[in-house]
């Protein structure tokens, strides 16, 4: 009696314990860093907690299941928190198709990850942390078919060259607090769309998590400065859930059109959060949005296809 007494406290106790973790996952956790940093991971969360709950269930753990069915409850709310991703159905004016890309600098296989890029057959290409060796070799495979470009490139991560099959109208390299990003006008289908592509602080720590915060409010001011639709994209090292998206979303009325979509860690064309982002303001919409495996990097690329509704 005394063991089953034992055995069904320490049963109890995990479940309460993940009854806590399921509040800190789904309240506070953006204002202390190594929490964040776990939240991020909500949406291999939520199908890992939903798995345990149903092996505890069937082994009939019943108050460890329920424990678990919560966290894995309060994991999903927050996955959900972002929304769906807007889509203009046809017909719409001529589409921009752009692809953002994270190559990870100290890859080697340039060619493949151009290729990857080309694949997608993209109007306007992003490509982040290049250094001076990527900027050479994309000049060097992509000037004949894109012609037109921005080049930021930089030795600690967080370089980014900017491609074009169009003209780049005032292309220019601003900084966004220490890092660089790249403004830019492109005509689509004889309108004017603002191009915004940027890269943030990855939040390793407490003070790179404030760094980041920072420019997001810099980025939603620097959104605001200009009524031309405009489309914000990079690797924004922030998941849609985070706070400081949710403030920037709501201030300048941005919307992500990727739904969720996991980008980092990849492995064999999958992952785990959703870190790269691409955002559109007013009449912007999309026709489709997907992922693609970039050759020797830790991101999946994301792709597409940026259109104008009918009035």
Same mark, same amino acid.
């Given at each position: ?31 202390? $860093? ?27 753990? $019943?108050?460890? =299941? ?22 203009? *159905?046809? *017909? ?41 060796? $990527? ?11 894109? *012609? ?110 990727? =739904?969720?979509? *996991? ?46 509704? $009918?009035?």
């Amino acid at each position: 009696m005394f063991r089953l007494q034992l055995a069904t406290r320490w049963k109890v106790g995990l479940s309460i314990g993940f009854l806590v973790l399921a509040g800190v996952i789904a309240f506070g956790a953006d204002k202390i $860093w190594p929490l964040l940093m776990l939240r991020a991971f909500a949406i291999p969360m939520q199908w890992g907690f939903a798995v345990f709950a149903v092996v505890l269930f069937l082994l009939r753990h $019943w108050v460890l =299941s329920a424990g678990v069915a919560v966290a894995a409850i309060a994991a999903w709310q927050i996955s959900i928190f972002a929304g769906p991703a807007i889509a203009i *159905p046809n *017909p719409c004016f001529s589409g921009l198709r752009l692809v953002q890309m994270n190559v990870l600098q100290p890859n080697t296989d340039h060619e493949g990850a151009i290729q990857a890029a080309l694949a997608e057959n993209p109007d306007v290409i992003c490509f982040q942390e290049v250094d001076q060796t $990527w900027t050479e070799a994309l000049v060097k495979a992509l000037t004949t078919k894109y *012609p037109y470009r921005c080049l930021a490139p930089r030795d600690d991560l967080y370089g980014m060259a900017l491609f074009s099959r169009f003209p780049l109208e005032g292309a220019a390299v601003q900084m966004l607090g220490p890092m660089p990003a790249i403004e830019a006008r492109v005509q689509c289908g004889g309108m004017t769309v603002r191009l915004i592509a940027a890269r943030l602080r990855a939040p390793e720590s407490l003070f790179r998590l404030q760094e980041r915060n920072a420019q997001w409010i810099r980025l939603a001011e620097w959104t605001m400065e200009d009524t031309l639709p405009t489309a914000v994209f990079g690797d924004l090292n922030t998941a849609t859930w985070d706070d400081a998206f949710q403030a920037y979303t709501t201030t300048t009325g941005m919307k992500d059109i990727t =739904s969720n979509a *996991p980008t980092w860690p990849a492995f064999q064309g999958h992952a785990l959060v959703p870190l790269d982002h691409v955002l559109l303001s007013g009449k912007l919409g999309t026709t489709g949005s997907g992922t693609f495996t970039i050759p020797g990097s830790d991101h999946l690329g994301l792709s597409t296809t940026i259109c104008f509704a $009918w009035e």
